[in-house]
């Protein structure tokens, strides 16, 4: 199990920062969209689709729930909960 980050925060860039123990990782807010853990995107990525997401889209709000963060976006979508070793699995964004 991954533990909770020491830091989240959101980057003027469009990218989430995470300050994990190992280091700090950024990920692009569209790329966390696309990626969101829900159902209703699972079962869009099951049937070979992915969710329409501008590149634009940025994270509003951020609201950790002690195994992961839930994240509100500026699309209107707030339905999933990132856990946090699934964060850490994305990796970073250059």
């Known amino acids: 199990m991954t533990t909770a980050p020491s830091g989240i925060g959101k980057g003027a860039d ?6 994990w123990a190992d ?7 569209a790329r966390l969209r696309r990626e969101c853990p829900c159902s209703q995107c ?22 950790p729930q002690g195994y992961g963060v839930q994240l509100v976006f500026s699309d209107g979508h707030e339905r999933g909960i990132y ?4 964060l850490a699995g994305l990796g ?3």
């Open 42 to 63: 699972r079962a869009f990525r099951l049937r070979g689709s992915q969710p329409r997401v501008s590149d634009a889209v940025r994270v509003l709000q951020i609201h």
């Open 83 to 86: 856990p946090w070793a699934y």
């Open 92 to 94: 970073s964004d250059a």
């Open 23 to 29: 280091g700090t990782q950024w990920i692009e807010h």
């Open 14 to 19: 469009g990218r989430l920062r995470l300050e």
